[in-house]
């Protein structure tokens, strides 16, 4: 999935509704306010009060709804680092390093 939002977040009023299309490796965060969650085919629904996130599963259509006024913010989901990456990164942070990491870092 890739997000292109024109802002990093969204304003909601009460009950009005954005859909995302394919919402795979989506997260959504309330910031502020109660948003319910469905994802087509899916029976279970997700309500997130402020300050909770909930990263979706699933690559249908999703609708998030605000209960009442919210401010919400829509990311990609950010994979772990592994393998010989998040080994390099363990290192530079045991020896305290900052700044600008090595190309192959």
């Keep these: 999935m890739k997000l292109e ?27 502020d306010g109660v948003v319910w969650i469905t994802q ?16 979706l599963e699933r690559a249908t259509p999703t609708l998030v709804q605000a209960v009442a006024p919210a401010r919400i913010r829509i990311a990609e989901r950010r994979l772990p680092v592994r393998g010989w990456t998040a080994f390099v990164r363990r290192v530079r ?13």
Excluded at 40 to 55: K, N, W, Y
Excluded at 93 to 105: P, Q, S
Aim: with cysteine.
């Design 93 to 105: 942070a045991a020896l305290g390093l900052r700044g600008a990491t090595a190309a192959w870092a």
């Design 40 to 55: 087509d085919g899916d029976p279970r629904d997700i309500v997130l009060q402020a300050g909770e996130t909930a990263c």
């Design 5 to 31: 939002l024109s802002a990093p977040q969204l304003m909601l009023s009460k009950g009005q509704v954005v859909a995302i299309p394919a919402a795979e490796g989506a997260c959504v965060t309330s910031e």
